[in-house]
């Protein structure tokens, strides 16, 4: 089948693309994965559609930001994310916390370019 070949053709020339922007929306790399399955299943089944926009990739971007924004409007059960335990005697996670926090501090001051 033509379209289905110019579909997987698409995916495997985009896919880098689609990971980068996912992960610019979300910031992580397991959740930016996640982002990029799903809008591939909804690409593959809206592709007649989707190829014949003016801006294929103008298309799938909207795409991508649609799964990010449902994806954060489910339930705040599913947005928990598990935490280092950290009452027990080692304070290593403790540690690794205070220098996360001193990074992400530093990295705030740099410029975007």
């Known amino acids: 089948m033509r379209s289905e070949r110019e579909y997987v053709e698409y995916a495997q020339a985009r896919m880098t693309w689609m990971r980068r922007l996912a ?5 992580q790399w397991a959740a930016a994965d996640d982002l990029v399955q ?3 299943v909804a690409l593959y089944r809206h592709w007649r ?3 014949a926009a003016d ?4 298309y799938v971007r909207v ?8 994806e954060r409007e489910r339930s705040w059960t599913r947005r928990v994310r598990p935490v280092a335990d950290v009452t027990g005697p080692s304070t290593a ?5 205070e220098h996360r926090l001193d990074l992400l ?4 001051k740099l410029s975007r370019g």
């Open 23 to 27: 992960y610019r929306l979300c910031g």
């Open 38 to 40: 799903e809008c591939l």
């Open 49 to 51: 559609k989707a190829s």
């Open 55 to 58: 801006s294929l990739d103008g």
């Open 63 to 70: 795409m991508l930001v649609h799964a990010y924004l449902a």
């Open 93 to 97: 996670p403790l540690a690794d916390a």
């Open 105 to 108: 501090a530093a990295l705030a």
